[in-house]
């Protein structure tokens, strides 16, 4: 069964929107498509957002220390400090987005340290990340990070690069894709804070150009399943 964490309609939240994602939470939490990840249920419940959220969030994978233990995406370790501290930047408060990642499950190496998602993983899981983004409908798509930006290739093809088109808004699949470099201490490295913190004041300009809600009749899911 899956957790303790049944998603609660929120207000502004469709009754189609709530039953979708609740069975497709209990489908990921069941999931053993990846060998490696059988034993890490999903993190896929409420505390990954709103299911009306205006931005969705791509990220890569939950963390060890992060969502895989506090099931919320991006709090409790060292990444999830980062987005927090970005987040301001682009003049938003985590409980106005849904953020979900490339893969739903924790990805261990042999250590049991985290691990990026492989190429076959992100096949695996690319599927129920098509179904949230038919799910939750966002205007606007934020990925963190290169995995993300594969993710998303993976359901429709895009040439969508970090290097050429970070903090830009690109239309892709009847949404605009934003890419932002992933908030870990490893990109960190290659992008500071004060650059990626430039990047989230870009994404910010985007948003408040765009104040409009939601784009009308985009429910084109299948609800075959439910
Ligand atoms: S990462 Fe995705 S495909 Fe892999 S086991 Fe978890 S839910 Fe299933």
Redesign the pocket.
């Known amino acids: 069964m899956m957790s303790k964490s049944a998603p609660t309609l929120r207000k502004g939240a469709t009754e189609e929107q709530y039953l979708w994602f609740r069975n497709l939470a209990q489908r990921?939490y069941d999931?053993?498509?990846?060998p490696r990840?059988?034993r890490?249920s999903?993190v896929?419940g409420p505390l990954n957002g709103r299911l009306e959220a205006r931005v969705m969030v791509v990220g890569e994978?939950p963390g060890r220390f992060g969502s895989a233990v506090t099931r919320i995406p991006f709090r409790g370790d060292r990444s999830g400090e980062n987005f927090e501290r970005l987040l301001p930047h682009a003049g938003l408060r985590r409980e106005d987005l849904f953020i979900a990642n490339a893969?739903?499950?924790n990805?261990k190496d042999d250590q049991g340290r985290n691990d990026r998602?492989s190429p076959q993983?992100l096949r695996?899981?690319s599927d129920?990340l098509r179904e949230l983004l038919d799910i939750i409908q966002p205007p606007y798509v934020v990925t963190l990070g290169q995995k993300a930006l594969d993710a998303l290739r993976l359901i429709e093809p895009h040439k969508l690069s970090l290097k050429d088109d970070v903090g830009v808004a690109i239309p892709w699949r009847g949404v605009k894709v934003v890419p932002l470099y992933h908030p870990s201490g490893r990109a960190l490295a290659n992008r500071p804070f004060e650059e990626q913190a430039k990047d989230y004041t870009r994404l910010e300009r985007i948003l408040k150009a765009d104040p409009g809600g939601k784009w009308p009749g985009r429910f084109t899911g299948d609800l075959k399943g439910m």
């Open positions: 990921t999931c053993k498509r990846c990840m059988e890490h999903a896929l994978a893969v739903q499950c990805p998602p993983e695996n899981c129920y």
